[in-house]
């Protein structure tokens, strides 16, 4: 088991950046894929970027690419989401993952969730 603490969410300014970060502890961290979903208020949580175990490969939802970055640093069991060019579409919560599976991108195929942080843009 692992568990996930995000932090680093807050208010920017529409074209502004922020930093997520992501703290497990438990299990080998190294031995899940992670991810990042967000959930918007009325919608259903939406993948966001992904990242693949030892951090050579990362899948991103079309929304965001150029736009954010995941990476992980395995040594410091912490996963990041670098955002920049923020839009106020970007507005949610933003939530880490953690799976088993080799290559994961669905909310199903996680099974372990961090309690999420709050981002708004303003417009």
């Known amino acids: 088991q692992v568990q996930l603490v995000e932090s680093g969410g807050g208010l920017v300014q529409n074209g502004g950046s922020l930093t997520l970060s992501c703290a497990a502890s438990g299990r080998t961290f190294r031995a899940y894929a992670m991810g990042w979903f967000r959930q918007a208020p009325g919608k259903e949580r939406a993948f966001v970027a992904a990242?693949?175990?030892?951090?050579?490969?990362?899948d991103y939802a079309d929304s965001v690419k150029g736009r954010f970055t995941v990476s992980r640093d395995n040594a410091e069991n912490t996963l990041y989401l670098q955002m920049n060019s923020l839009k106020p579409e970007d507005t949610a919560v933003y939530y880490c993952?953690?799976?088993?599976?080799?290559?994961?991108?669905?909310?199903?195929?996680?099974?372990?969730w961090g309690q999420g942080t709050q981002v708004t843009v303003s417009s």
């Open positions: 990242i693949r175990r030892l951090g050579g490969n990362t």
């Open positions: 993952a953690a799976s088993t599976q080799y290559r994961a991108s669905t909310v199903g195929q996680y099974d372990y």
